[in-house]
């Protein structure tokens, strides 16, 4: 690596660093909040051995959060850096395999569309595993394109690497058969036998965490059958899913509430980019194409698969894939020539980076705003909170810590009829006024059987406030 080629790329690395440190304080949300309260209140194997089971997803994340939080505490901030840092890493990453595949251009190129990425950003700033399951993914097909390229890795790497994704993420397991195929396709019959070795042993060595799996499966088989409505959240079957991730690929998170004038500006950017992607399908050679399309097609096709019978896919679960769509859109971009590649240059980067900062400067686009609707209860110091569970919610508590009276309405969840609302009245017995938090009522009381309950005790609502992913906030008083 050049002095120029080094210092090209630290810029990149730096530039990307300071875009996720942007707004990295903005409010948890739910998903966040449970995973730093489970990590802030249970013992390691508790962490690993109980609440793992109710969240579906491997125990490597939850393992560096419990020890991170343990050592530098559990802020907004503290609690997303590990994120920071893979999603740093990746840039670097990235880089390498373009450099390695290509040419040290389309490296630098890469890195830098990933570094403003706006959906990559999104969730280097997430206290979840995506980002973790992005860098381990790309550590691996790093590594895998080195072995294509007859260079001696010692094997403990490979599982290693291989390890890395089994601890990250179930939905990156999708790129091993994605690799297999590849080397299939290649009629790599030595490398094939090395792969299946270092994949075996690494499930060897995660054999232990079989049981909690099978917990987690039948856990979610459970909640997929009493809870219908939260398939589609969590990644049920939907013919929009592929074009949505492309999408989100390009723009990340935001949206416009006007969607004719959505739909308008999207059009050219999406036709955009799909251009820059074929032309980079098509500038490659047959090895780079197999590799990159396998990468990149193959693990959202699975998922797809997959989502008919148990929901798994969504679009930021792919995120794994997002580095090798990025290798592709710059070999697009550098097959122009002269002005007109730096016209692609600068429309690409602008939009790419206009994205980055309406996420990261707007708190409209950010995520689910707790802290703020925490602070207005607290300034208006209400007679009681209620909320469309049958306890307060994670990211609440995480912000109140109880200097909020809360409860939760419901006995039974999800609320089918009156009987799941039958202490209602004895809870909100004495108080002449009462505040009703509807997050996430389509799941929990998709009938509004609480608003029904309140109106039978006499209760009007006086008027309505909206927080930022949140939802509605109903303020209701005693005729």
Known sequence: MGIGEKKVIWIIIVFGLI?????????????????????????????????????????????????????????????????????????????????????????????????????????????RMYSMAALAVAVNIFILIKLLHKERINIIFIVMSNLFILLADYVAYFIFPAELMLLILLKEKKLINKWLVAAFVALVLTSWWIPIFVNQLNAGAVAAENLPAWRFIVGGFDFKTIPLTFVKFIIGRISLADKMLYYALLLPVCSLFAYLLLIGIRKSNNFQKKLLLTWVVIPPLIATAISLVVPVYNYFRVLFILPGFIILIAVGMLHFKNKLRIIIFVIVVLIEFICSLLYLLLPGYQREDWRRLVYYFQSFKPSIVLFESPGILPPFDYYAKGSINAKGAL?????????????????????????????????????????????????????????????????????
């Not at 449970?34 to 393992?63: E, M």
């Not at 004495?430 to 059987?449: A, C, M, T, W």
């Open 411 to 479: 006995d039974d969840f999800p609320a089918k009829d009156e009987h799941a609302v039958s202490n209602l009245d004895s809870i909100v017995k004495g108080h002449k006024e009462v505040f009703l938090v509807d997050y996430l009522v389509q799941i929990s009381d998709p009938n509004r059987v609480v608003v029904r309950k309140l109106n039978d005790l006499g209760y009007i609502q006086l008027d309505i406030k909206n927080f930022t992913g949140v939802g509605f906030i109903y303020h209701y008083i005693l005729k």
């Open 19 to 127: 875009l996720r440190l942007i707004s990295l304080n903005q409010s948890l949300w739910l998903d966040e909040a449970i995973n730093i309260l489970a990590v802030k209140n249970f013992s390691l194997p508790g962490l690993i051995t109980q609440y793992a089971i109710a969240d579906f997803h491997p125990p490597g994340w939850f393992i560096i959060l419990w020890f991170w939080g343990k050592v530098f505490g559990y802020s907004e901030i503290s609690m997303r850096i590990p994120s920071v840092v893979f999603g740093v890493i990746a840039i670097f990453v990235v880089y390498l395999i373009g450099k390695k595949l290509f040419s040290k251009k389309i490296g630098l190129l890469a890195a830098l569309l990933l570094s403003i990425n706006p959906l990559h950003i999104y969730y280097s700033q997430e206290a």
